[in-house]
């Protein structure tokens, strides 16, 4: 809806202010570039144009390759400097942002702007702060709600980053920490569209152990806490802990909380069993294996 607007805002300026006639494919695919993004496809699958609720000021994310882009298609320089500038004019004037799908995500933060929220809405009295984090949660929704059926299409065109905000989003509003059926239902949908944060909490969260073992293996600590001590041979729990060591993470330590002077066992370490150096160094080996799998994929 909005990118039509800005379109039609841009074609007007470059044709009446700077003589520049321009096809609307192009201007798609130089918005896509200026927001860092290779094609306008790869721009749709991964956010959305929506209303700049915070005032944040949009700039050019990666000028080299809208001004490498812009070459190929036959435009000087200068024409796109022009068009640079007045994508900076018209998204100010139409008071719009490029919002990524995964910033819509409604996460639980350390002062659960969420439960505040709630309480302001029920009438409760709040402290200021208090009343902040219920307005900066309430600022968050709306943005969410306003964005939502272009969520929806995005995770119907294939976006995982789309469906699990989604899911993300419905977890948040669950009451006293419940699993919501809507929650679950766009896990399931960004983990079958391949997203390893879903199958991660699929597996976690959601007592759906099909996942577990792909998302240790991508490298999610928990996962792979999870799975090494739910093995029964002595060279698996070797193999995973391998893993995870390649990954960088220590599952074997006792880590500690302090609170208030009194330390606890934040997390009570695996029990490495004794093997055969044979046996180590093939466990050593496959989770070498495992590793250069997954490593080159940034999707984590």
């Not at 695919?29 to 721009?43: F, P, T």
């Not at 609720?53 to 882009?69: P, Q, V």
């Not at 093995?231 to 995973?240: A, F, G, K, N, R």
Request: glycine share 6%; hydrophobic share 35%; aromatic share 12%.
């Amino acid at each position: 809806m909005y990118l039509k607007q800005i379109t039609h805002g841009l074609k007007s300026k470059l044709s009446v202010d700077h003589n520049i006639s321009i096809k609307n494919a192009h201007i798609h695919e130089l918005i896509a570039s200026w927001n860092g993004y290779k094609s306008k496809a790869s721009m749709n699958i991964s956010g959305l144009f929506g209303l700049n609720e915070f005032g944040y000021s949009e700039e050019n994310e990666e000028l080299d390759l809208f001004f490498s882009r812009g070459v190929s298609f036959g435009y000087s320089t200068l024409e796109l400097t022009q068009l640079n500038n007045e994508i900076i004019t018209i998204l100010d004037e139409l008071d719009l942002i490029f919002i990524e799908y995964e910033e819509l995500t409604l996460e639980k933060p350390p002062h659960n702007e969420g439960y505040w929220y709630r309480k302001k809405q029920e009438g409760i009295k709040l402290s200021s702060p208090q009343v902040q984090f219920a307005n900066e949660y309430d600022q968050l929704l709306t943005t969410f709600e306003a964005n939502i059926v272009h969520l929806i299409n995005a995770a119907n065109r294939g976006s995982s980053n789309a469906a699990i905000t989604l899911a993300r989003f419905y977890e948040d509003l669950q009451e006293n920490e419940e699993i919501g059926t809507e929650a679950f239902d766009w896990y399931i949908v960004a983990a079958k569209l391949g997203s390893m944060n879903a199958k991660s909490n699929l597996a976690l969260y959601y007592d759906k152990p099909e996942f577990l073992v792909e998302a240790a293996e991508y490298g999610n600590e928990f996962c792979l806490d999870k799975i090494a001590r739910q093995e029964s041979t002595p060279e698996m729990i070797h193999y995973w802990n391998e893993v995870a060591e390649l990954y960088g993470h220590d599952i074997i330590s006792n880590t500690g909380i302090n609170e208030g002077g009194n330390w606890y066992v934040g997390h009570e370490g695996i029990d490495l069993p004794v093997i055969s150096e044979q046996a180590k160094n093939e466990a050593k080996k496959k989770a070498k294996a495992t590793f250069d799998k997954y490593s080159e994929d940034d999707e984590y």
